[in-house]
């Protein structure tokens, strides 16, 4: 039987995975899509507020639309920056993610010819939403918030 070639592979992994510069660009990476998100309903705040209308029916709409911006850039905002309060973004990220996926994907009330579309969109955001857990769990354990 031949070793394996983890052992050997693991040192070169722990130290890529503890570059600050990698930890960065995965915070960037997972926050891009909010924060390009919210600059755009910020950019056109009359076509953001119709679309939490549609999508949700919530009035007053402005006001949503308003707190939804604030989760979009402010939870980028923390989660990029990284630190001890990087968890608040992700979990932040996380939450809004939920609630937009239950209003926007419901695929069991959609039309049978979207069904399909929306289930996989549902799932995607499933996916996301663990990520995001993961960073708020990792930045957490990380600043001291939470132990193993």
Same mark, same amino acid.
């Given at each position: 039987?031949?070793?394996?070639?983890?052992?050997?592979?693991?040192?070169?992994?722990?130290?890529?995975?503890?570059?600050? %510069?990698?930890?960065? #660009?995965? =915070?960037?990476?997972?926050?891009?899509?909010?924060?390009?998100?919210?600059?755009?309903? #910020?950019?056109?705040?009359?076509?953001?507020?119709?679309?939490?209308?549609?999508?949700?029916?919530?009035?007053?709409?402005?006001?949503?639309?308003?707190?939804?911006?604030?989760?979009? #850039?402010?939870?980028?905002?923390?989660? !990029?920056?990284?630190? =001890?309060?990087? %968890? !608040?973004?992700?979990?932040?990220?996380?939450?809004?993610?939920?609630?937009?996926?239950?209003?926007?994907?419901?695929? %069991?009330?959609?039309?049978?010819?979207?069904?399909?579309?929306?289930?996989?969109?549902?799932?995607?955001?499933?996916?996301?939403?663990?990520?995001?857990? #993961?960073?708020?769990?990792?930045?957490? =354990?990380?600043?001291?918030?939470?132990?193993?």
């Amino acid at each position: 039987m031949s070793a394996s070639p983890l052992p050997a592979v693991q040192p070169a992994v722990e130290t890529l995975l503890g570059r600050s %510069w990698l930890a960065l #660009l995965a =915070r960037i990476a997972v926050a891009l899509p909010f924060l390009l998100s919210g600059l755009a309903k #910020l950019a056109d705040f009359g076509g953001a507020t119709i679309e939490v209308r549609g999508l949700t029916g919530l009035e007053p709409a402005a006001l949503f639309a308003v707190l939804v911006i604030a989760t979009q #850039l402010g939870g980028s905002a923390l989660l !990029i920056a990284g630190g =001890r309060h990087a %968890w !608040i973004g992700a979990v932040a990220l996380a939450g809004f993610t939920a609630i937009a996926t239950l209003f926007a994907h419901a695929f %069991w009330v959609k039309p049978a010819a979207e069904r399909v579309l929306h289930q996989n969109i549902f799932f995607e955001h499933v996916s996301i939403i663990g990520g995001l857990a #993961l960073l708020a769990i990792l930045a957490a =354990r990380s600043s001291g918030k939470a132990r193993p």
